[in-house]
């Protein structure tokens, strides 16, 4: 079966995907042997860079069970026109998501970055972007240096040169360093598998967390930092519906809570203003 995921309603589809669709992995976690510590390293199978790349092709899931909710979230999170082909296991995962998205109101409010990337349209531009969007370091692809952003990111330029670029880790980490963590708009603890978007409001700012292990556990305990001072307006959690933000604090720099489980994805809605829950 496909399903459309769109701004309006989602639509059942009988034929197959148009020829124009870009086929994606499904989302997903794969665990990986770390050399040095023999530890099993999460390794984020994220979309997220390609709809940030080309937000405006439609894209297309071929996804079972449990991942067409994991699926349905990711599109939303990065804004993205994207069908979902799933199996029988996987409608009722799907639509549940679909309901909990559809309350969260209109998709379109725009996305906060803190770094403009220069995308040159290569294999290596994508894969730093891969890094980024997983290190939750938030950016958006831009045409030349804009000075309302805090870095601007050009491969090959003496600051991020090309033979650092072919290591995407290490070049994500140099971008990172460049940035620096204080000024970063948001900040995840507690998980390396949880991706993190920023979205503007008219009085203050939406959190938008994806779990990508969500197919097969939830993350628990996980603690947010976004910069600025923010109330609390608002938490949506899909499959939690009683999620409350513990040890909030707050002051002129910079905004904490923690989340005490994700299932798969939850939305807080920060208001600007001081510090306490709810309006």
């Excluded at 020829?19 to 989302?27: H, M």
């Excluded at 603690?223 to 009683?242: E, H, I, M, N, Q």
């Amino acid at each position: 079966m496909l399903l459309l995921l769109a701004a309006a309603l989602p639509v059942l589809l009988r034929q197959a995907p148009p020829a124009d669709a870009v086929k994606l992995p499904p989302p997903s976690v794969q665990y990986r042997i770390n050399v040095a510590s023999a530890t099993r390293s999460p390794f984020l199978v994220s979309n997220g860079w390609r709809f940030l790349r080309n937000p405006q092709a439609r894209y297309f899931y071929d996804v079972q069970g449990p991942q067409a909710a994991l699926a349905a979230a990711e599109a939303w999170m990065f804004g993205a026109i994207a069908l979902v082909r799933t199996d029988a296991s996987g409608v009722q995962p799907f639509a549940e998501m679909l309901d909990f998205l559809r309350a969260l109101g209109p998709n379109d409010a725009p996305a906060v970055a803190d770094i403009g990337f220069i995308d040159d349209g290569s294999a290596t531009a994508g894969e730093v972007m891969n890094m980024l969007v997983r290190d939750n370091l938030l950016f958006k692809v831009v045409p030349r240096p804009d000075p309302n952003l805090k870095l601007t990111v050009r491969l090959g330029s003496k600051e991020f040169p090309l033979a650092d670029a072919a290591n995407p880790p290490l070049m994500a980490h140099e971008i990172r360093a460049r940035l620096t963590d204080e000024k970063r708009s948001i900040r995840i603890y507690g998980s390396e598998v949880v991706v993190a978007r920023l979205t503007a409001l008219p009085d203050g700012i939406r959190v938008r967390l994806l779990n990508y292990d969500a197919a097969r556990r939830k993350v628990d305990g996980i603690r947010v930092r976004v910069l600025g001072k923010y109330t609390v307006r608002r938490v949506a959690a899909a499959g939690s519906p009683d999620e409350k933000p513990l040890d909030i604090a707050s002051d002129a720099e910079a905004t904490e809570f923690t989340l005490p489980e994700l299932k798969t994805c939850a939305v807080i809605d920060l208001k600007n203003g001081n510090l306490k829950n709810g309006d």
